[in-house]
């Protein structure tokens, strides 16, 4: 198995010069965990933090502990199966505790499968206990948890005890386009609002089945076009 990556520091860590930092298997053994803590955490252009396997081995989880993350133009954060891979155990997962997430990119934050097993979790929550999660899109960015093949896609969780408030030219979504199973998008807290045109959606344009939304809340404020 591929040793574990722990980056820590007390205010801010910075991803610059289309630096990657990556945790991957391509044999039998499982990759590493990739884990970041931090007051803040700033993906600049072209930036990557991700874990993927394209053997046999599971590809490793990504966890991340920031009050604010800001995911620059092309940049991701993202847990992968290829297609090359005959891993049966699944994807890896992805678990963010944050206040605020900024997603300004045409890229973002992902789980996907391309092979036989299915695709990891995608799990958004306050940073350090809070009551309030912020996400924030523009320029196309999404949070996606897909299948491109026989494995079925990850679920995408989203929690927070009291606001979770997301916004902006983006999108939240769980898709198939083959024979795999899109997953689901939960959304739990006591008030929600969506607006300027952000978009959940679940959806197949293969033989799969479509996910599912699920939304748990008190009070929904849909506003602007969402």
Same mark, same amino acid.
């Given at each position: 198995? =591929? %040793?574990?990556?722990?980056?820590? =520091? /007390?205010?801010?860590?910075?991803?610059?010069?289309?630096?990657?930092?990556? =945790?991957?298997?391509?044999?039998? &053994?499982?990759? %590493?965990? +990739?884990?970041?803590?931090?007051?803040?955490?700033? !993906?600049?252009?072209?930036?990557?933090?991700?874990?993927?396997?394209? *053997?046999? &081995?599971? /590809? $490793?989880? +990504?966890?991340?502990?920031?009050?604010?993350?800001?995911? *620059?133009?092309?940049?991701?954060?993202?847990?992968? @199966?290829?297609?090359?891979?005959?891993?049966?155990?699944?994807?890896?997962?992805?678990?963010?505790?944050?206040?605020?997430?900024? @997603?300004?990119?045409?890229?973002?934050?992902?789980?996907?499968?391309?092979?036989?097993?299915?695709?990891?979790?995608?799990?958004?929550?306050?940073?350090?206990?809070?009551?309030?999660? #912020?996400?924030?899109?523009?320029?196309?960015?999404?949070?996606?948890?897909?299948?491109?093949?026989?494995?079925? %896609?990850?679920?995408?969780?989203?929690?927070?005890?009291?606001?979770?408030?997301? =916004?902006?030219?983006?999108? +939240?979504?769980?898709?198939?386009?083959?024979? $795999?199973?899109?997953?689901?998008?939960?959304?739990?807290?006591?008030? !929600?609002?969506?607006? #300027?045109?952000?978009?959940?959606?679940?959806?197949?344009?293969? #033989?799969?089945?479509? *996910?599912? @939304?699920?939304?748990?809340?008190?009070?929904?404020?849909?506003?602007? %076009?969402?």
């Amino acid at each position: 198995n =591929a %040793g574990n990556i722990t980056i820590t =520091a /007390p205010k801010k860590i910075e991803l610059t010069n289309n630096s990657q930092l990556k =945790a991957d298997t391509q044999g039998s &053994g499982k990759a %590493g965990t +990739i884990t970041v803590k931090s007051q803040t955490l700033n !993906l600049d252009e072209k930036t990557s933090l991700t874990t993927r396997t394209s *053997g046999a &081995g599971a /590809p $490793g989880n +990504i966890k991340i502990e920031a009050e604010t993350i800001d995911i *620059g133009k092309d940049a991701k954060i993202s847990a992968t @199966i290829t297609k090359d891979s005959t891993n049966t155990e699944g994807g890896g997962s992805i678990e963010i505790d944050t206040n605020t997430l900024n @997603i300004s990119g045409t890229l973002g934050i992902f789980a996907e499968t391309e092979g036989l097993a299915d695709a990891g979790d995608l799990i958004l929550s306050p940073y350090k206990e809070g009551s309030q999660l #912020d996400i924030n899109f523009s320029n196309n960015g999404f949070i996606s948890a897909s299948t491109k093949s026989k494995g079925d %896609g990850g679920k995408i969780s989203i929690i927070a005890p009291e606001n979770i408030n997301i =916004a902006g030219q983006g999108e +939240i979504r769980v898709t198939t386009n083959n024979t $795999g199973n899109a997953g689901t998008i939960e959304i739990e807290t006591q008030n !929600l609002t969506t607006s #300027d045109k952000v978009s959940i959606t679940a959806s197949t344009t293969g #033989d799969g089945n479509a *996910g599912e @939304i699920k939304i748990d809340t008190k009070t929904f404020d849909l506003t602007t %076009g969402t």
